[in-house]
């Protein structure tokens, strides 16, 4: 069965404390794996996507990475800002409709 | 940048009503999506649509209906509301074919009586 899971479930960190989240799938036929932020009351925003192993993409203290069982969100220096959850999606057959999401991982950060 | 625009952000209905929520996008996307989105089950899918009156059931298609009369709108349709039915309904957009990134509407969440 394809799955995708994400952990931790809640990440507490403190300011300026460098942490990594993890998004492992199990589909055959990877077509994309995408990160998104999801800040309460609000919908998913886009970060991130990943097509192929040993891939990265950065933005600001947020670093994605991609193997060919995982992916990896690391977030460098984090400010109270970077708090909300973290989705990943995993495409896994190219039609729009094969997309599973994790269930994500909440992250809070104390100043 | 792209808008996803869901008409209402709280609803609250009885058992056994029929339930309308709405979607419009303003970009000319051409894929519409609805979610529902519930603690500890993650985003699952109810139903896509990759052009105007043509639609897939999802994951979870039971209970719901859809309409895409226009490209730019995309409702989901509560024939009769349930309790079960209780949680967050996010719509989102693509551009065309493969995939693609998705831009999300901020949610209506829908609590039934």
């Known amino acids: 069965e394809d799955q995708v899971t994400q952990s931790p479930e809640a990440l507490r960190l403190q300011e300026g404390e460098s942490s990594s989240l993890n998004c492992s799938y199990t589909?055959?036929?990877?077509?994309?794996l995408f990160w998104y932020r999801q800040d309460p009351g609000k919908g998913p925003e886009f970060l991130f996507t990943?097509?192929?192993a040993g891939e990265e993409k950065e933005k600001e203290r947020l670093k994605a990475t991609l193997t060919k069982k995982e992916s990896f969100l690391h977030i460098t220096a984090p400010k109270p800002e970077d708090s909300a959850t973290y989705l990943c999606?995993?495409?896994?057959?190219?039609?729009?409709?094969?997309?599973?999401f994790g269930k994500g991982t909440k992250l809070s950060v104390k100043p | 940048d792209v808008k996803v625009t869901q008409s209402s952000r709280y609803l609250v209905k009885r058992t056994g009503e029929k339930v309308f929520l709405e979607c419009v996008q303003d970009?000319?996307?051409?894929?519409m999506f609805w979610y529902r989105q519930d603690p500890g089950l993650g985003l699952r899918l109810i139903y896509f649509?990759?052009?105007?009156?043509?639609?897939e059931k999802g994951d979870i298609p039971e209970g719901y209906s859809v309409s895409r009369e226009k490209k730019e709108r995309f409702s989901l349709i509560l024939e009769s509301a349930s309790t079960n039915q209780t949680s967050m309904y996010l719509c989102?957009?693509?551009?065309?074919?493969?995939?693609?990134?998705?831009?999300f509407g901020a949610g209506s969440r829908l609590t039934v009586l």
């Open positions: 990943l097509y192929s």
């Open positions: 649509s990759y052009d105007v009156k043509m639609k």
């Open positions: 589909v055959s036929g990877l077509r994309g």
């Open positions: 989102a957009t693509s551009r065309g074919a493969g995939a693609n990134v998705l831009t």
């Open positions: 999606a995993v495409n896994y057959g190219g039609s729009q409709g094969n997309l599973i």
């Open positions: 970009m000319d996307h051409e894929n």
